[in-house]
């Protein structure tokens, strides 16, 4: 079935470690973001990216980096999580560019990260 | 600052008809998004609109006003399969989407 997959599903890590959240997606899109996703808050941008080679930031990017290899991997790495970094962080994809109209985004199943 | 406002949580009946609402202030308008999110799964998508008015798509509807900054998104016929979150979004005027926290929708039968 086309789509996103995302691994790790859940993980638990200690405060200071370094975590790398993985991103496939096989449905050929320019676009690739990622989210998280808090109680009571909207969905929050963190990076995107258009196209292989490029990647931009979101709204709250402090503390994450990503990398755009190639169309279908967009991993996502904390360098040394905080607590404030326990969150659900969803993957998407887009074939229309970030920053262009009717940009349906489809998203992967997501991954629960909790920072001790 | 920008700001899109739903309500937490509603409750509706298997069968009947519900409206959620979203009013949104941004800077700007390029588009309004809703997903639906059923509870530890990925937001899908429902609909999209651009223009002033009404977007109907099998049982589920959604309504534009530019002028007053307000969707609706109807449910209608409610299966117990459309208890989920459903999540709006605005897209503002350097394209980047702007969401709201989500409203629960619980259904009874």
């Known amino acids: 079935i086309a789509g996103i997959t995302q691994a790790p599903t859940s993980q638990i890590l200690a405060a200071g470690r370094r975590m790398t959240l993985r991103c496939t997606q096989d449905?050929?899109?320019?676009?690739m973001y990622w989210y998280r996703q808090d109680l009571g808050l909207g969905l929050r941008l963190i990076h995107y990216?258009?196209?292989?080679?490029?990647?931009g930031k979101g709204e709250v990017p402090d503390g994450y980096s990503v990398s755009r290899a190639n169309t279908d991997d967009f991993p996502l790495t904390l360098a040394s999580a905080v607590p404030s970094q326990t969150s659900v962080y969803f993957c998407?994809?887009?074939?229309?560019?970030?920053?262009?109209?009717?940009?349906?985004?489809?998203f992967g199943a997501g991954s629960r990260l909790t920072v001790l | 600052g920008q700001n899109i406002d739903q309500p937490t949580e509603m409750t509706a009946t298997e069968g009947a008809i519900v409206q959620i609402n979203c009013t949104y202030q941004t800077s700007g308008f390029n588009g309004l998004f809703w997903y639906q999110q059923h509870a530890g799964e990925a937001p899908t998508f429902l609909s999209y609109n651009v223009l002033d008015g009404l977007e109907e798509k099998g049982r589920f509807s959604s309504f534009l006003s530019r002028s007053k900054g307000y969707s609706y998104l109807l449910l209608k016929e409610l299966q117990m399969k459309d208890s989920a979150s459903y999540l709006c979004?605005?897209?503002?005027?350097?394209?980047?989407?702007?969401w709201g926290a989500g409203t629960k929708l619980i259904i009874k039968p």
């Open positions: 979004a605005v897209m503002d005027s350097n394209y980047q989407l702007i």
């Open positions: 990216s258009n196209t292989a080679g490029t990647t």
């Open positions: 998407a994809s887009s074939e229309g560019l970030a920053g262009s109209g009717a940009n349906v985004l489809t």
């Open positions: 449905m050929r899109h320019n676009a």
